[in-house]
């Protein structure tokens, strides 16, 4: 019996699961997983992981005290939120999971930094290895600086948000692990712009991929470039050969549905005979590229303020559950 071209992308690429869907992630059985705050907040509001929610507000409670402010427990437990569902999917894939820093801190170097090491201390209390975990910040500059002191203490990065050739050299530069460079972002883009359809290897978002991908092999970077958001299974077969790729369960499904050949698409030694120019990246030269790409400086804009919505949707979501615990608890007779 031939092999599905999930099969066949197993074999070059390590497949990672793009969802806070636990479900869908035993399902799909990724080496990997990886979340963001819409993600997150999505799952939330499934029923079936209202437990997990309502489990971290009585803990943060616990913690703060019969007295503490509604406001205070539910920003505590919106904090806390993320790791306890890195927690769960660490249970059922074998590699890593990325864990997202406060997409508002996104300009500030040393609250990422802050925020960062109080997640990995998370996950260093329940007695998981940091190789395990990957902290994911925007790639703005502050971002990319943050990642660089983060790296040195052991702490490994996952750059998101990153649209641009100048994003991924900074990042590489810094020694951060792993880029997570978006595709069907980008497609989304240019479709709005041009009003043009892309197909294939014409896939603007496939093509940011490639020119990445080929660059960090050419000059022998040790940060690994994962693919991510993907909009139709067309663009996945374009990277087949990719280091990683983030798919949805619903994309990783249709990939097993297929078992027409899937050829390597990326190929590192391949990108070594490629006349690539070397790129210094500085603030200024970054600043300047960053302007002066249309595509990449609209993106990251529009995906922090689309992060932080989500996340402050989830801080309500928390606060109102909190409420409905509260008149939900039994009160001790004779309480006062």
Not at 259 to 280: F, M, N, W
Request: with cysteine; charged share 25%.
């Amino acid at each position: 019996m031939s092999k599905t071209q999930l099969e066949q992308l197993r074999a070059m690429t390590v497949i990672v699961a793009d969802t806070g869907d636990i479900q869908a992630i035993e399902k799909a059985k990724p080496q990997d997983a990886t979340t963001n705050p819409s993600l997150i907040t999505a799952a939330t509001q499934m029923p079936q992981y209202q437990p997990i929610m309502d489990g971290v507000l009585l803990e943060a409670k616990k913690k703060l005290g019969a007295n503490a402010q509604d406001a205070d427990v539910a920003n505590l437990a919106f904090k806390h939120l993320a790791v306890e569902f890195g927690k769960r999917i660490l249970k059922i894939v074998p590699g890593r999971v990325s864990t997202e820093v406060d997409a508002r801190l996104s300009y500030d170097t040393a609250a990422t930094v802050k925020q960062a090491r109080e997640i990995i201390q998370q996950y260093d209390d329940a007695g998981i290895k940091r190789e395990r975990v990957l902290i994911k910040i925007a790639s703005t500059w502050e971002g990319i600086r943050a990642a660089e002191i983060l790296e040195k203490e052991g702490i490994h990065c996952n750059l998101t948000l990153l649209f641009g050739l100048h994003q991924a050299i900074a990042c590489a530069e810094a020694g951060v692990t792993l880029i997570s460079p978006f595709v069907g972002r980008i497609l989304d883009w240019y479709k709005k712009d041009t009003g043009k359809d892309y197909q294939g290897a014409d896939d603007p978002g496939v093509q940011s991929v490639t020119k990445i991908y080929n660059y960090f092999k050419k000059f022998d970077y040790k940060t690994v470039v994962m693919g991510a958001s993907f909009r139709n299974i067309g663009e996945i077969q374009e990277l087949a050969g990719c280091d990683l790729l983030t798919i949805s369960p619903a994309l990783i499904a249709e990939l097993d549905s297929k078992q027409e050949p899937l050829p390597r698409k990326l190929d590192a030694s391949k990108a070594k005979t490629l006349p690539i120019e070397k790129i210094t990246i500085d603030k200024p030269t970054f600043d300047k590229m960053h302007a002066a790409d249309r595509m990449a400086h609209d993106k990251l804009k529009e995906g922090i303020e689309g992060f932080s919505a989500a996340l402050e949707t989830l801080e309500k979501l928390l606060a109102k559950r909190l409420v409905e615990l509260g008149a939900s608890e039994p009160k001790a007779v004779g309480a006062r």
